[in-house]
């Protein structure tokens, strides 16, 4: 099946840093690839849909400036959380559909972000 | 509005059978996922149902009724590493996947 790969799967920070995530498909070339939030003991919540060469689509309530997505290529997006505070610390899942294709996601590992 | 509801946490002994239901609301739809995720980890798939009917696909199985929003999860033969939260999602018109809570499955030996 198609393979998405994340990385880094666990990444520590200190306040007021900036940590840069990237999801890339490695077989298929994903146009659309999407930016999720996970909380503890929490369902997945959208962030974001990256959309190659243009601007990201963020979800109500998402911070633009704070969750810069950039989606350059047709094999990578990345999600860049600036100026991060512990309460970003959390489990961020990018994922994507193959083209034409909506009938599975294909997930990236994860990436545990802490902030200290 | 659109909504995904499971039950919370269920326990089941190994080497029996369970049932995770699920039913949704979403404007339009374009499928009904079930996914796996152990602690830790992402999600990876299970089943895709957009027409009613029985999916089975080895131990597990999974059930549509679209006129009901309803669809089910079945695992038979339970085992110890099937511990793991199951996550329902429906696609909506625009392909947009919309999660549940997950259903936190306890297996005891």
């Known amino acids: 099946g198609a393979v998405v790969s994340q990385h880094p799967s666990r990444v520590i920070c200190k306040s007021g840093t900036s940590v840069k995530i990237e999801c890339r498909s490695l077989d298929f070339q994903a146009t659309t690839m999407f930016w999720y939030r996970q909380f503890p003991k929490k369902s997945l919540m959208l962030m974001a849909t990256s959309n190659e060469g243009s601007k990201a689509t963020y979800e109500q309530g998402v911070e633009k400036d704070k969750f810069l997505i950039n989606h350059a290529s047709l094999t990578l997006s990345t999600l860049t959380v600036t100026s991060a505070h512990p309460e970003d610390s959390s489990f961020y899942i990018c994922?994507?559909?193959?083209?034409?294709?909506?009938?599975?996601?294909?997930f990236g590992q994860g990436t545990r972000l802490t902030v200290v | 509005g659109q909504n995904i509801d499971q039950p919370t946490e269920m326990t089941a002994t190994e080497g029996a059978i369970v049932q995770i239901n699920c039913t949704y609301q979403?404007?339009?739809?374009?499928?009904l996922f079930w996914y796996q995720q152990h602690a830790g980890e992402a999600p990876t798939f299970l089943s895709y149902?957009?027409l009613d009917g029985l999916e089975e696909k080895g131990r597990f199985s999974s059930f549509l009724s679209r006129s009901k929003g309803y669809s089910y999860l079945l695992l038979k033969e339970l085992q110890m590493k099937d511990s793991a939260s199951y996550l329902c999602a429906g696609m909506d018109s625009n392909y947009q996947l919309i999660w549940g809570a997950g259903t936190k499955l306890i297996i005891k030996p």
């Open positions: 979403t404007s339009g739809f374009n499928g």
């Open positions: 994922s994507a559909h193959t083209p034409g294709h909506h009938t599975e996601a294909f």
């Open positions: 149902n957009v």
